[in-house]
């Protein structure tokens, strides 16, 4: 038991010494939409409720700060 003990220690302490220490953004894996203006034209004429969660996404992501 007292062997194991003593291996199982320094294994330990070698795997906490490969953990990462990259801090991760709000912002990872987002973007915001920026479609081109006939683009934005079409969508607001003919898909209104779709424009509606495009704005709302674009405006989430400004409040956090992404996208500059």
Do not use: W
Request: glycine share 8%; proline share 4%; with cysteine.
């Amino acid at each position: 038991m007292l062997k194991c003990l003593g291996l199982t220690l320094p294994l330990c302490a070698l795997i906490t010494g490969c953990q990462t220490t990259n801090k991760r953004n709000a912002c990872d894996g987002f973007a915001p939409f920026r479609p081109k203006l006939e683009t934005t034209v079409y969508i607001l004429q003919n898909d209104r409720l779709f424009a509606n969660y495009v704005a709302a996404h674009n405006r989430l992501l400004s409040s956090l700060g992404c996208g500059k």
